[in-house]
């Protein structure tokens, strides 16, 4: 197989799984962290992923890397199964964040889009993750008790039984809660002021 029939046939089977999840190229590039020429390149056939890159594209479109490397049979339509996932009002201190008391309605997710594991929506509220997180926009949180330093996680202020989407850093046994706008404090973890982790945001959808 030709280099040139490798573009081609990855930049067919990028623009297949854009459409088949509702994506478009905006959405894409900032999803993935990437340049826009980079992923224009890709989807115009020009250049062809590194390894790395095509291992990103498979596990954002939640896909083996041989789904993207393989021409695809022609007219065939795959049917997507949908998932409801539960958007969280109020949670309260109880084991079961999913409880049906804290569940304000649900969202219909394709399940090949899903990641792994319990999922549920959060809705940001306020500015203190602007701009990568907007105020009204609802986040998908995948539920885990812990995430990495730097990753945006969901965390249950165990006080006011407030949910919060900070960064979490953590420095000589201390855990910060930190805002990504820079009008706002920090929020410091401690006996006076407890909290747990609920899960790791994967990803915002933005209501026009």
Known sequence: MSDLGNKEIMSENIK???KSRGIDRNKLVADLNLKYTTVSDWINGKTYPRI???ELLANYFNIEKIDLVERKLPNVIPVIKTVKIPLLGT???GDSILA???IDGYIDEPSTYLPS???FYLKAEGFSMKPTIPNGSKVLIRQQNDV???EIAAVLLMNNNEATLKRIKRSNGVTFLIPDNSDYSPIII??????RILGKAIRIVIEL
């Open 16 to 18: 297949y799984y854009m």
């Open 52 to 54: 790395d890159k095509i």
């Open 91 to 93: 949670i309260a201190c």
């Open 100 to 102: 049906e008391e804290n």
């Open 117 to 119: 594991g319990k999922c």
């Open 148 to 150: 990495e330093d730097g």
């Open 190 to 195: 401690n006996e006076d002021n407890p909290a």
